[in-house]
């Protein structure tokens, strides 16, 4: 069983910069391919990056590709998603999901599934 809980969400103006954090319990945090998605409101969750378990293969959505970057410490069990040059659209919750076995790109279809962190983007 693994729980995943995000952190660093907030207020920041256009242009400036994030760090989210989503720890995981469990002793097995290092065999799971860990993404991070996010729901602007009225939208679709939207995925945006993936990491494998070593950390040594990552892909992103071209909506963040050069502004977000996503990494790992697999010794404390944390997964991070480093946000710069934020836009006001970027303002959406962002959720972190973990799986063994399969990279889908719809957030339901993870193992395990956080509850969000929120960041607001202001012009």
């Known amino acids: 069983q693994v729980q995943l809980v995000e952190s660093g969400g907030g207020l920041v103006q256009a242009g400036g910069s994030l760090k989210l954090s989503c720890a995981a319990s469990?002793?097995?945090?290092?065999?799971?391919?860990m993404v991070w998605f996010r729901q602007a409101p009225g939208k679709e969750r939207e995925f945006l990056a993936y990491?494998?378990?070593?950390?040594?293969?990552?892909f992103y959505a071209d909506s963040v590709k050069g502004r977000f970057t996503i990494s790992r410490d697999n010794a404390i069990n944390l997964v991070y998603l480093q946000m710069n040059s934020l836009k006001p659209e970027d303002t959406a919750v962002y959720y972190c999901?973990?799986?063994?076995?399969?990279?889908?790109?719809?957030?339901?279809?993870?193992?395990?599934r956080g509850q969000g962190t929120q960041v607001t983007v202001s012009s």
């Open positions: 469990g002793r097995t945090f290092s065999s799971y391919a």
């Open positions: 990491i494998n378990w070593s950390g040594s293969s990552k």
């Open positions: 999901a973990a799986d063994r076995y399969k990279v889908v790109a719809t957030f339901d279809g993870y193992e395990y």
